[in-house]
């Protein structure tokens, strides 16, 4: 079942993720790319962008997450893989846009090998009502969700929270 699909089956109580919120844990498989991060450290600020190995507009986006993680260095940037058939995918990917990914990239944690939808995928993304990628997330300071939103607003954002 897809992200889409799934989000049309989940109910209104299931998308309480906004502005304002406390963000939800870092639950990944695995990390591929860059140290673990096992939690948000307060004082910190943070982007978590969710992707897919399928999507076109994720590619694109890849290229403005780093030129963004070169200019904001107080926050750290994590890319989650989300949405896969096959996580196996996810690794030879990262692996080919290897220079161009230069922010932490992280794996889903999926509850079996068939099902593609993850514990980040289930309580940011849907939480959030949300069912496309790239989406971001950008955790403050406090530990509370500052902005949701697309990829390409990212900079944008940034900028008006004065990180």
């Known amino acids: 079942m897809s992200l889409a699909s799934n989000l049309c089956a989940a109910t209104q109580d299931e998308h309480k ?7 939800p844990k870092i639950e990944v498989t695995k990390w591929i790319k860059g140290a673990p991060i096992d939690s948000f450290e307060a004082g910190s600020s943070y ?16 290229t403005n997450l780093t030129y963004l993680s070169h200019h904001y260095k107080k926050v750290t940037f994590i890319g ?5 058939k096959d ?5 030879p990917y990262v692996e080919k846009m290897w220079k161009k990914m230069e922010f932490h990239v992280a794996i889903d944690k999926q509850t079996s090998f068939t099902a593609h939808q993850g514990y980040m995928a289930v309580n940011w993304v849907l939480a959030a009502h ?8 950008v955790v403050g300071n406090d530990g509370n969700i500052a902005w949701i ?4 607003n990212l900079g944008v954002e940034l900028q008006k929270l004065s990180f």
């Open 149 to 152: 939103g697309e990829a390409k």
């Open 80 to 84: 989650v893989s989300i949405d896969e």
């Open 47 to 62: 982007v978590v962008e969710f992707w897919s190995t399928t999507s076109t507009a994720c590619k694109a986006a890849v």
């Open 130 to 137: 949300k069912r496309y990628v790239p989406l971001v997330f």
């Open 87 to 91: 996580q196996r995918l996810v690794r």
């Open 17 to 23: 993720l906004h502005v304002g919120s406390p963000a």
